[in-house]
Structures are given as structure tokens and as C-alpha cells.
């Protein structure tokens, strides 16, 4: 239960202490987009069954709901609203945010969380945050236009 909490409610709570509500729109929108990426990117994991949550401590559709509607949008949002100016540096932000969720299922691994199968590797997570957070902030660029 602590874990759904952790996923969904905790990352909007912190989103609505530290967002800037002037932008609350353009944040929202993004936050959108980033829930549609985030369950895009587990309708393909479960059509090629690459990785998987352990059902007996954590079930598995309940917190990838929770994070495809919680801490993902959540995070597309936080990322969007503090990128910097320069562009040039977007990517070392992009790489750090995918570098932390990558950690962050690395520690499920380590617990017997998540277990990744069919070729699944944490390359290929990093990958698989990295493609959808560089969407995130290119449509936050084609939005504000």
C-alpha cells in the first residue's frame, strides 16, 4: 500500500508545493503527454512481456497505473517546468532524470520487485526513459509556439 502512495499521491503533492502556478496550463498539458508516453510504453511491455512486478508483494496493474498516472506525468511536468533556457543543456537534465529512474527500478531489481525477461536490460530502460523524457520536451517546445 506504502508503494502506491509513493507513486501516485506523494509525487502530486510535491508537484502542487514546488510548481509554478503561473504555468499550471502549459504543465498540465504536458503532464498529459506524458501519462499517454508512459502508457504507450506499457502497452508494448505487455504485448512483448519484457519486464515484470512481482504480484505477491506489489500488484502489478494497480502501481503501473499509479505511476503512469502519478509520478510520471508528474515528473514530464517537473522536468518541463525546469529546463533550462538554453537548450544545449537540456540534454545533461534529460539524461540525469532517465539516469534517476533507471536507478530507481535498478533498487526494485535489488529487492525482487521487478524482474526483466525477452532481452530487457537496464540499457534498455535507460532508453526507454530517455526516448519519452527528450518527447516530453520537445513538445513543450512545440507548445509554447
Not at 519484457?50 to 517537473?78: F, H, K, N
Not at 536507478?103 to 532481452?119: C, M, S
Request: aromatic fraction near 20%; hydrophobic fraction near 50%; include cysteine.
Amino acid at each position: 500500500m506504502w508503494i502506491h502512495a509513493l507513486v501516485s499521491i506523494f509525487p502530486w503533492a510535491l508537484f502542487w508545493i514546488i510548481s509554478d502556478k503561473s504555468q499550471l496550463r502549459k504543465l498540465f498539458i504536458t503532464g498529459t503527454f506524458g501519462a499517454m508516453i508512459a502508457l504507450i510504453v506499457d502497452i508494448f511491455q505487455h504485448s512483448f512481456r519484457w519486464w515484470t512486478l512481482e504480484d505477491d508483494i506489489i500488484p502489478r496493474l494497480d502501481i503501473e497505473l499509479s505511476a503512469d498516472l502519478g509520478l510520471y506525468p508528474v515528473q514530464a511536468m517537473l522536468l518541463v517546468q525546469f529546463l533550462p533556457t538554453n537548450k544545449r543543456k537540456w540534454p545533461y537534465w534529460i539524461i540525469g532524470l532517465s539516469c534517476f529512474n533507471t536507478a530507481g527500478e535498478y533498487i526494485l531489481h535489488l529487492l525482487g520487485e521487478l524482474v526483466y525477461t525477452n532481452g530487457w536490460n537496464y540499457g534498455w530502460t535507460f532508453l526507454s526513459y530517455l526516448i519519452p523524457f527528450s518527447l516530453v520536451a520537445w513538445h513543450s517546445t512545440y507548445y509554447e509556439k
